[in-house]
């Protein structure tokens, strides 16, 4: 008999019983920073980054680490990102909030602070700008606000997740104001996370960029198949349902060892069993699961497909059939395809997060576009390779 809540969990921070490895990868990340370190991680979309360090925040909490966590992906301006950060320490001081809107006002110039209550009592911060004050000054003020606010007995971790995303906000002028600030922090450290792994690497290991050897890399590998398969067998198994070890290692293999497919996966899956009131995990019945989240997904894969160029969708059907030639003779007159030209595409697909670069191949950054590439585009093209 089934268990009534699904053991599964895909598409947001997972926790607890959701979240499972990671603990090598844990333990690096918070030495590093309790040491007074910065640190940056690498890793594409999917691969459960976002999770690992909002497990590692709560560990370094209950040290008595002061936290932040800042999502750039909600930054375009350097406004947007002066109201993000603002509430993002904003809400390490809900209990204090009126001490800190008071705190604010005194340390962070061309900025007013307000304390406000909803219906329920529930308070709110918010600020507005003073007209005529420089807004460089509230950058820097802002950014320099842990600094002021820690010390050697409470020290502050600071997080930016997309970090790659500063470059949109003024360019290299940005990146120099808070490189400027952050490096005489004392008692902060910053973990700087992303998922465009190419741009990130550029501005940490570039000479010309400002943070320049600033921190200690880590590229995030995917959780190994044999903790993925041990993860589902106890999930399924442990909620009612039979799941074989071969079937699991199928779901891990469709997944291409992705956290956030492997999950979404298992969790389709096992709704259907629930809904059939069926107890064991057929072939078949993966199949369909796959089968549903790739018709989940088809409207967004679709329109992708149609922003591409008709160059771009050949390097992309081209690097489904010879991802490990696709320079190469063969593949060139196969697709049409010529080596400056593929360059330039790959450049865009790499820009817009479609593909990855690892080890020098280029790989899709989404196994079910690809298989989205392989049924709705390959199979029913008539194109011979």
């Known amino acids: 008999m089934l268990n009534i809540n699904s053991p599964f969990r895909f598409g ?19 030495n590093t920073l309790t040491s007074g370190n910065n640190v940056t991680l690498y890793a594409p979309r999917r691969y459960g980054k976002s999770s690992l360090v909002h497990k590692a925040l709560g560990v370094l909490e209950q040290q008595g680490y002061t936290c932040v966590y800042v999502d750039m992906m909600a930054v375009y301006s350097r406004e947007t990102f002066v109201q993000s950060y603002a509430k993002a320490i904003a809400q390490k001081h809900n209990n204090r909030l009126k001490e800190f809107v008071q705190t604010v006002s005194r340390l962070v110039r061309g900025i007013v602070p307000a304390l406000s ?19 460089q000054t509230t950058l820097e003020d802002l950014i320099n606000l842990p600094s002021t606010l820690s010390s050697a007995k409470q020290k502050w ?22 490189r400027s600030c952050i490096q005489r922090h004392e008692h902060v450290s910053y973990l700087f996370l992303g998922s465009q792994t190419h741009i990130l690497k550029d501005m940490f290991h570039n000479k010309g960029r400002a943070f320049y050897h600033s921190s200690v890399s880590m590229t995030l590998p995917k959780i190994s198949k044999e ?86 969708r050949k390097v992309l059907e081209a690097l489904f059939y010879a991802p490990t030639e696709i320079y190469s003779a063969n593949t060139a007159r196969a697709f049409g395809l010529n080596s400056a030209n593929t360059q330039s595409a790959f450049k865009y697909l790499l820009q817009d997060g479609i593909v990855e670069k690892i080890d ?25 390779y």
């Open 12 to 30: 947001r921070i997972v926790s607890g019983t959701y979240f499972y490895d990671r603990e090598e990868a844990l333990e690096r990340i918070t």
């Open 117 to 135: 209550f909803d219906a329920l009592g529930q308070p709110s911060f918010s600020l507005s700008w003073v007209q005529g004050m420089d807004p």
């Open 157 to 178: 971790i600071v997080a930016f997740d997309e970090f790659q995303e500063i470059t949109k906000l003024n360019g290299d002028n940005f990146e120099n104001i808070l």
């Open 227 to 312: 903790k993925s398969v041990a993860f589902l067998l106890e999930k399924f198994n442990g909620s009612g349902l039979t799941l074989h070890k071969e079937l699991a290692e199928y779901i891990v293999d469709t997944a291409e060892g992705l956290v956030y497919y492997i999950q979404f996966v298992a969790f389709e899956l096992w709704q259907m069993h629930k809904i059939a009131q069926e107890d064991t995990v057929t072939k078949n019945s993966i199949e369909q699961a796959i089968d549903n989240v790739l018709r989940m997904k088809a409207d967004y894969y679709w329109e992708l497909w149609g922003k591409q160029t008709s160059y771009r």
């Open 360 to 384: 020098n191949a280029y790989l899709f950054s989404d196994p079910f576009l690809k298989l989205f590439i392989k049924r709705y585009i390959v199979e029913k093209s008539v194109r011979k």
